[in-house]
């Protein structure tokens, strides 16, 4: 568990954030979106301004800070464009601070670094064709030959996998999983087809296959047999930061709503002045607020040290639901202009849906909470948190 920072330091980078997101982002959100090129040359600057690896020490080329400065940052590139923070949380919290907190000083020395100033760009590999719910249920195998490993199988719907010069993977070895660093230059590493996806255009999402990849056992992430714990804490950890991006599309869809109905007149009102636009505006406000607070919660839960499955669970399965939720509403209120291609409104909508379906979709985290609450139950004979 790491201090937290000072209020001031935060409140610093949130402004630097805003900075870059309101000079180099959101100019260029909308074509990023219609061309869905990913731009790499905002992933680059992001390295240059510490943001990649915002929580790794300043010893591997980080800026020593911690999830909440994290969280900071997706928040406010969620706001401007959900897809570069998609690629943003795929790179900097499921690959590179993955790696960082369960790998060697080998890898911290010789893979943080170049991800951590964008040199590299990294991607994490957990779902295959077969298995994306049920994900422990992987083909991708590993044996051990001598003195290393022999790394086959497929993956897919691997965010920056078109672009990855890194994949933190994940592979049976006997009966048990490990998790693996891939470097995409090893003989055996191929790339499939880039996805033509709905929203979140502009992070590429991609195939991989690994063809008999021979791998050194200092590549091993954690310790051998002990990917499961990894898995499951990564993804735990990816819940709460990516709960941020859509708290981020949710007060973008609500600023938005709420600009258009102060402008627009009909029969001779604003739009803001009907009962019913007045509903949906503070709804949505009220919906933003709570999963804003809800993440927050989980992000202290995050940064103390405490595993927290049921709260990160809540977090993302709210934060994505009421991002869906503003952004329909946004569109209602827009009429017929919010409805057309070239509105904002509605790629927040496109973009909001991924929400419910990456790091586990709405069904699994519903599973994951009632779960968790009845075994507190069983255990306490109370509802915890209350
Ligand atoms: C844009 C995008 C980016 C992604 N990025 C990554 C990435 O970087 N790395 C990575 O490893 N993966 C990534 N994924 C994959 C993502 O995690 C999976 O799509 C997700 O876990 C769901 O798996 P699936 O698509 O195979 O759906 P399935 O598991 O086949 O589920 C289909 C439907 O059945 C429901 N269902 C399945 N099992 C149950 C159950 N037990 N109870 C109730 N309902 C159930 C699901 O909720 C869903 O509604 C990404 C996906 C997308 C679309």
Redesign the pocket.
């Known amino acids: 568990m790491q201090k937290p920072m000072e209020p001031e330091i935060y409140d610093l980078l949130r402004e630097s954030v805003r900075d870059f997101v309101s000079r180099d982002v959101l100019p260029v959100a909308s074509k990023v979106d219609q061309t869905d090129e990913f731009p790499l040359d905002l992933f680059k600057k992001m390295g240059k301004l510490g943001f990649l690896g915002v929580t790794v020490p300043e010893q591997y080329g980080g800026s020593g800070m911690d999830y909440r400065a994290q969280a900071i940052i997706e928040e406010e590139l969620g706001y401007a464009s959900a897809s570069l923070a998609?690629s943003y949380g795929?790179h900097s919290n499921?690959c590179l601070d993955n790696i960082y907190r369960n790998g060697s000083e080998f890898l911290r020395e010789n893979y943080v670094p170049k991800l951590a100033s964008g040199e590299w760009v990294g991607?994490?590999?957990?779902?295959?064709?077969s298995?994306?719910?049920?994900?422990l249920a992987m083909k991708s195998r590993a044996e051990i030959k001598g003195d290393h490993y022999i790394l086959s199988g497929s993956?897919?719907?691997?965010?920056?996998?078109p672009y990855a010069d890194l994949v933190l993977t994940y592979a049976r070895t006997g009966d048990e999983f490990t998790a693996f660093a891939v470097p995409t230059n090893l003989d055996g590493f191929t790339r499939g087809k880039k996805?033509d996806?709905m929203?979140?255009r502009g992070?590429p999402?991609g195939e991989i296959f690994f063809d008999s990849i021979k791998l050194g056992k200092e590549m091993v992430v954690g310790k051998a047999g002990q990917g499961k714990s990894i898995i499951l804490s990564g993804l735990n950890s990816e819940r709460v930061i990516l709960s941020f991006i859509f708290v981020g599309v949710s007060k973008r869809a609500l600023e938005l709503a709420l600009k258009y109905s102060t402008e627009r007149k009909q029969s001779g009102k604003f739009l803001h002045e009907f009962q019913l636009i007045e509903e949906k505006l503070a709804y949505m406000y009220t919906r933003y607020q709570t999963s804003k607070l809800l993440a927050e919660r989980a992000l202290d839960n995050l940064d103390r040290g405490t595993f927290d499955s049921l709260g990160a669970a809540a977090a993302i399965m709210h934060a994505s639901e009421t991002s869906e939720y503003i952004a329909r509403e946004a569109i209602q209120i827009l009429g017929g202009i919010g409805y057309v291609k070239d509105s904002e409104v509605e790629r927040l909508l496109r973009d909001a849906i991924?929400g419910q379906?990456?790091?586990?979709?709405?069904?699994?985290r519903?599973?994951l909470i009632a779960s968790a609450l009845v075994k507190k139950y069983k255990r306490e004979d109370k509802i915890p948190n209350l």
């Open positions: 998609l795929a499921l991607s994490l590999g957990l779902t295959e064709p298995s994306g719910s049920d994900a993956k897919t719907f691997i965010t920056n996998a996805f996806k929203g979140m992070s999402t991924l379906i990456g790091a586990g979709t709405t069904e699994i519903k599973h």
